[in-house]
Structures are given as C-alpha cells and as structure tokens.
C-alpha cells in the first residue's frame, strides 16, 4: 500500500466529563497518570513497524488534549516526525476545550507544526453549556478564539450541537450567527445523540429534560444547511462544512475508508485489509507499554463484501458522493452488479441522485442518512 496514511493520538483526559459523552475520556488531574500515559504513547509510535508511507495528516484528539502541557504534546509530535515521513503539508490537527488554551502552549504547537485548531464549543449560550455540563463560557469561547487568531493560526474548527435540552430553532439559530460572526475556517454541526451509560441519558428516563423532537431538529439542521451555504460555506460531509480549501483532510481519509494508524487507549487503525483496537482502559494501555507488551486487544480481518458496504457509507456522508469509476477501480466490480437494486430503489425515493457521474445523497436524504446507510448493508 502506497498510498499516505493519517495518524490519530488519543488523548483520553479531560477536565470533566459531559453530560452527554460516550467517549473514552477520563476526568484525571494525577499529573503522574499523565506523565506515564504520554511515556506510553511515545513508546507506542516508537515501536518498529511496516509503515513506509507517507503521512498526511497528525490527529491530536480526545477527550481534551489540551488538558495537557504544550511540551508533553510537542515530545508525542516531534516522535511521530522521527519514526515517520511525515509530508511537510501534513495537516496537524489538535482539538481543544475553550478555557484549556494559554498564549504559551499554543505558541509551543504551533512551533511544532499544528497548524489547525478545533474548538469544542457547542453551543452559543451560558445556559445549554452549563446544561450539558461544558466547563466553559460564552466568553471563554470568544476569549479562546482571539487568543489563537493572536498567535497566528488560520484554520480554525468550531463543534456545535443542536438537539440540545429545551433547545429550540431561534436558540440555534442564535448559535449558528454567532459562529458565523466569528468567521472560523470550518465548522463541524452535530445532532445530540443520548448515549446509553451518560447522564443526559438518565436525567431524560427521569424526566428531568425534555429534548427537541426529531421534527424540530431536522428543522434546526435544515436552517442551518442554508444560512451557512449562503455565509460562504462549502457542506462537504453530513455535518461539516468549510469555506473552499478547508475541508478537513484527517477525517476526508476516514470517510473514504482509507488508511490510518492510531496510537493511544482505545485507537482504532485500518491498514492492509486490517482493522485492530488497543485496550480502552487506561490503566491497562499504560502497564502494556510499561511491560513493553502490544496494547492490540483486538484485530479484524476485513473483507470485500464489508469492505464495499463501508465504503458506500462512509463515502455517501460526503455530499459529492461516489463515482462509478472511483468504485470499479477500487473493487474491480461494477457499482450496479453489487448494489444495482439498492441505487435504483434509493433513487425513486428521492433520497439519491445521480449527477456527472457521481452518487450522491439529495438534501432529504442526508436528513434521513442512516436510513439510506442500512439499505447497503450486505
């Protein structure tokens, strides 16, 4: 395989957990935990491996990353430009909580090469963070996005949610404009989804929160598809959108089931027809790298079949879709041989369109995507 490869690191601390988060994240403030966990992801990325490719991307998430110090990011960055060839456009991407930056330790990643930021800001009002239990502010947001303009990043990503408890369209829309107003590179817009395990889910068994229903949040995202198309904003994937040239190139790889390597508790990578996981819990990944033991808990082989059902889905989440060449050159097979009943069935229900040689989802059909993504399931 030739082709460049991303890196994920997983960065699995945070200074609380939300409300609403199925993540492998921890609230740790140990700074030992610390110490050993960034010594384990070193030595992961150090150990010998089949990977000549060219890496494309660098992928700092979490849980927060930047619960940690710019200099223990800077010795897990400055590893992977040893161990890798790692091209000198690469996007290094790291994602942050507002209130968790300081002028200092941006300037130290930025000095390392991360040249691209992603807020998790969520929503635009005191109230629904502290409901959702963000640590931050309005103000901290804003105060968080200045502090990086001053240092010199221009590719900034902000997260925002909508579903949100007793949210409704003029609170998002609020949101939205806010945002905008701000003017970032890119912004990522994500319906809430209660995870079983969290609180938000409890509180909502409780009745203690009422949730927007599925009406009024494909109302919340239909605004916010046109507001931001017309603000100048490219909707490149279900819930992404970029002015033109900041379409996010880590994640780009992931939706067109290409190959990365993750280090850390809980990565995932895929490369070579494999897919493997290292062991969640944090503790266990530690003491594997201390034993100098593989941190792999699982591998899957993947084959044609679940490798084409995963490439129509993942490919599908972007808005130009999949072509029939791009699909033949992949598989050696025709697209309609495979899923020639399911395009055609997809089509008459308004949900895909056909143009310039591209399959596509129309707009109703990214509001109904998981939907059209079963339909391809072998």
Not at 13 to 42: D, G, H, L, M, P
Not at 216 to 223: G, L, S, V
């Amino acid at each position: 395989m030739n082709e460049s490869l991303g890196i994920y690191i997983h960065i699995p601390f945070c200074v609380r957990k939300c409300a609403y988060c199925a993540f492998n994240s921890y609230e740790v403030q140990s700074k030992e935990i610390k110490k050993r966990y960034v010594s384990a992801v070193k030595q992961e990325i150090e150990k010998p491996g089949d990977f000549s490719n060219d890496i494309a991307t660098i992928f700092l998430g979490g849980g927060t990353p930047t619960c940690l110090s710019g200099e223990s990011l800077k010795g897990m960055l400055q590893i992977c430009h040893t161990n890798f060839n790692v091209l000198d456009q690469a996007e290094i991407t790291i994602e942050c909580n507002p209130g968790t930056v300081d002028r200092h330790n941006l300037g130290i990643l930025r000095e390392t090469g991360v040249n691209r930021l992603s807020f998790g800001v969520q929503d635009f009002h005191d109230s629904f963070l502290k409901k959702i239990g963000r640590i931050h502010t309005v103000k901290i947001v804003q105060e968080s996005y200045k502090m990086a303009r001053e240092v010199g990043y221009q590719n900034v990503n902000l997260d925002l949610m909508f579903g949100l408890p007793e949210q409704n369209i003029h609170h998002f829309q609020e949101t939205i404009k806010q945002a905008v107003s701000l003017e970032p590179e890119h912004l990522s817009v994500y319906g809430l989804k209660v995870e079983p395990g969290t609180p938000l889910h409890q509180w909502r068994e409780q009745g203690k929160i009422t949730l927007p229903c599925d009406d009024e949040q494909a109302e919340m995202f239909e605004w916010a598809m046109d507001y931001l198309k017309v603000s100048g904003y490219n909707h490149y994937e279900i819930s992404n959108f970029a002015k033109p040239g900041y379409e996010c190139v880590h994640n780009q790889i992931y939706w067109r089931n290409e190959g990365y390597i993750g280090f850390g508790a809980g990565a995932w990578s895929f490369l070579g027809g494999t897919r493997w996981e290292n062991k969640e819990g944090l503790e266990d990944y530690i003491k594997c790298m201390e034993n100098e033991q593989s941190p792999v808990e699982k591998h899957e082989h993947i084959d044609i079949n679940t490798e084409m059902t995963e490439t129509m889905i993942m490919h599908l989440r972007m808005r130009h879709g999949i072509s029939r060449e791009y699909f033949y050159n992949r598989f050696a097979l025709n697209i309609e041989r495979v899923y020639g009943d399911v395009i055609n069935d997809l089509k008459t229900w308004g949900l895909l369109v056909e143009e310039e040689g591209l399959l596509h989802l129309t707009s109703r059909g990214v509001l109904l995507g998981n939907c059209v993504f079963e339909k391809f399931l072998l």
